[in-house]
């Protein structure tokens, strides 16, 4: 994997090749378009409500062994968006580390905590009402997630409250863990956000 930062700063270009998948994203944090084309419809529906709700521009491409599953293309996008998300933030400094949001979607209610501190983690509690969306198999959601903490560098809690529809409560998670970034990811002034004075 290649990661290229670029000017102006908050934004970077990141292409990952292997024999399972060929990906290639561009992320702006402060805003912009956002394209995405994964293979998967239901996937792609889910990226461009986080990137919404983030306020990301997002291009984003990916061809996988969708023949063999969906896996290594969902897992491969979220080690792409994770490292974009690092290579965009340099030293971690300039943002405000924290969000949260709870956030629904009809009948679904998801709760999305994170820490954009280098410091990943991830805790997913979420009990889906159907296993798929179309041909999407929901567990791979969890997997997304967590290469995206891995590289990105996020402690990311995402808890479903309840729900009876699982294309309603991915929704409420993808959107609200948007929400949440946002937030984290809001520019502030004074270096680093850390009693310790670095990360």
Not at 103 to 130: I, K, N, S, Y
């Amino acid at each position: 994997m290649t990661s290229t930062p670029q000017s102006p700063p908050r934004r970077a270009a990141v292409t990952r090749r292997t024999k399972e998948t060929d990906i290639q994203a561009e992320l702006v944090l402060d805003g912009g378009a956002s394209v995405v084309s994964t293979g998967l419809g239901f996937f792609d529906h889910m990226l461009t409500a986080l990137a919404t709700y983030a306020g990301w521009g997002l291009q984003l491409t990916a061809k996988g062994d969708l023949n063999v599953d969906a896996h290594h293309t969902v897992e491969d996008v979220g080690l792409v968006l994770g490292e974009a998300l690092a290579a965009s933030l340099g030293d971690y400094s300039g943002h405000s580390r924290f969000g949260s949001s709870l956030t629904v979607m009809d009948d679904a209610l998801a709760e999305v905590a994170l820490d954009v501190g280098r410091r990943p983690c991830l805790h997913f509690q979420v009990d889906w009402p159907q296993p798929q969306c179309g041909e999407f198999e929901v567990c791979l959601a969890e997997e997304f997630w967590r290469a995206f903490s891995q590289r990105g560098g996020v402690t990311l809690h995402i808890i479903g409250r309840h729900g009876r529809n699982s294309h309603h409560l991915a929704e409420a998670i993808f959107k609200g863990a948007g929400r949440a970034l946002a937030q984290a990811l809001a520019p502030r002034s004074g270096g680093v956000l850390s009693t310790k004075g670095s990360l």
